[in-house]
């Protein structure tokens, strides 16, 4: 139904010549987080065909390229990263208010003490419909140049199509937590061969916490598979135990310090090994994904290229994923975003990042975001399809159904509603 939505409007769904290669040049492009350089970035069918440093002769198409059309885009003064991967949201949630006063024993205390849906706010929230909220999830992880996300709850097909403005995880198994999450061995051996289980656990600082990895363990759910959100409440043997069995954890700093005023130290981070940054949603997180970078940096002190492989090839390791994302090289997925160039080194760029510097954002070689100046350097049909709005007075277009989704919010919230705690408007047509 919203495909026929889209189809039904102007400019819907993105039109473009199917054969077209597309070269990104005078970027400087980011090797890794300490290091980028200038070079030509050249697309095909989605995946990065080839990197030409601007030191060296340019490299002869390949066959295949000479029967394309070629479209090259001038991103002087940018530097262009690869796509962030956040490995845990709650996509629905991101238009409600942080909710709770804390701190708390656990994830329960603050389950019992916020949830009235008989009551405002979450009453007003719950009336916009799931999949207009699982929209909103998708643009607030685009504005900050995420490109792939990690759902914490049942893949939802009818939503998270082509046309949803990031990639969402498909391939995983799940479970919301040990006391909420049913058959946990049952989730777990259902797990698609190859992909994560993810789980809650630990969400707490009462002492029963620290033996639910245990638990997990004499369950036969814990191995190089599994992946656990928060940890907060493990001890030292915890962290042991998660690192014999090859087990990764998904850190979510602001989460844990709003629930619980206490998060994760760098010794314990280090004792675990497989850490990834995860944003949560707007329930409990400061804000969105550019914003936990920074609450991550300031609570322990981490430099930036540490953190750099949190949020790139370590999340993509850590969700499995096989395509290249998190990392720019020929062969990977065209998943890039271009930030203004500050002469300094990507990790840095990134830690010092907010949502208003993200001025594109490709995915698979798609737009999916456009500055209004980065904008004037694309042909007219790559615009297609984006539609505007302006958050907290900066102006993005998007590749959403916008106007749509305003239509249906504000029949619940009004006009003034947040996304992640940042206004959001209509924006011009």
Sequence with gaps: MLRQRLEGTPGGLLTRPELVTLRLVGARVALDGSAAVRASVIVEDGRIL????DCLSPSSPSPSVQDRETVEVD????????????????????????????PYQNFEEWVEEIYHPEDAPVRDHLAVPKAVRLWWGGIKNLLCGVTTVCHHNPFERDVFTDDFPVRVVRRYGWAHSLHFGGNILEAFRGTPPG???VLHLAEGVDPSRRDEIFELDRLGALDRRTVIVHGVGLDAAGHRLLRQRGAGLIWCPSSN??????????EGLKRIGRVALGNDSALTAEGDFLDEIRA??????????????????????????????????SGS???????????LSPAQTLARARFSDVELVLLGGKPRLFSPRMSQRWPDDWRQGLEPLVVEGTERWV?????????????????NFELARKKVERGAP
């Design 195 to 197: 992909a994560p289980f």
């Design 75 to 102: 991103l002087t003064g940018y530097l262009l990263l690869p796509g962030i991967v956040n490995p845990h949201d709650h996509l629905e949630f991101n238009l409600f208010p942080r909710l709770g006063k804390g």
């Design 333 to 343: 997925v065209a998943d890039l975003v271009a930030l203004p160039d500050a002469s």
């Design 296 to 329: 991550a940096l300031r609570t322990t002190g981490m430099c930036s290229e540490d953190l750099w492989h949190l949020v790139t090839a370590g999340a993509a390791d850590m969700l499995r994923l096989i395509h290249g994302e998190g990392g720019i090289r």
């Design 257 to 266: 310090l709003f629930l619980l005023r206490q998060t994760l130290n760098p």
């Design 50 to 53: 080839d990197l030409t440093f």
């Design 399 to 415: 590749k959403a159904p916008v106007a749509w989704l305003f239509r249906e919010t504000e029949k619940a919230l009004g006009r």
